[in-house]
């Protein structure tokens, strides 16, 4: 069973940075693709990006050129670093496999609140 960790949120004026971590532990070997998540408030969670192990990436259109997705050596953690943060970024913020399809589900983790004030 794989479990994520997500960490580094937190509250930042617009215009800010943060640095979130998402660390998978369990049987990782599997996992190609890691992505980020997001869940604002009265919305349904979407996809932010993700980091294959080939070193692919993927963005959502509202973050391109503003986040960077990042894969450790070991392949089971992944950072999300954010910068020039907007209110509309605030949201709780998940990891985890790509597609997140069933089999993932008992792996979500708490995930990490990001507040952009305005």
């Known amino acids: 069973q794989v479990r994520f960790v997500e960490s580094g949120g937190g509250l930042v004026q617009a215009g800010g940075s943060l640095r979130l971590s998402c660390a998978a532990s369990g049987i990782t070997f599997s996992i190609n693709v890691i992505a980020w998540y997001r869940r604002a408030p009265g919305k349904q969670r979407e996809l932010v990006a993700w980091?294959?192990?080939?070193?692919?990436?993927y963005y959502t259109n509202s973050v391109k050129g503003r986040f960077t997705i990042s894969r450790g050596v070991a392949m089971n953690t992944v950072d999300l670093q954010m910068s020039t943060l907007t209110p509309e970024d605030t949201a709780v913020y998940y990891c985890?496999?790509?597609?997140?399809?069933?089999?993932?589900?008992?792996?979500w983790g708490q995930g990490t609140q990001v507040t952009v004030s305005s």
């Open positions: 980091s294959s192990r080939a070193g692919s990436t």
């Open positions: 985890n496999a790509y597609p997140a399809s069933r089999e993932w589900n008992n792996s």
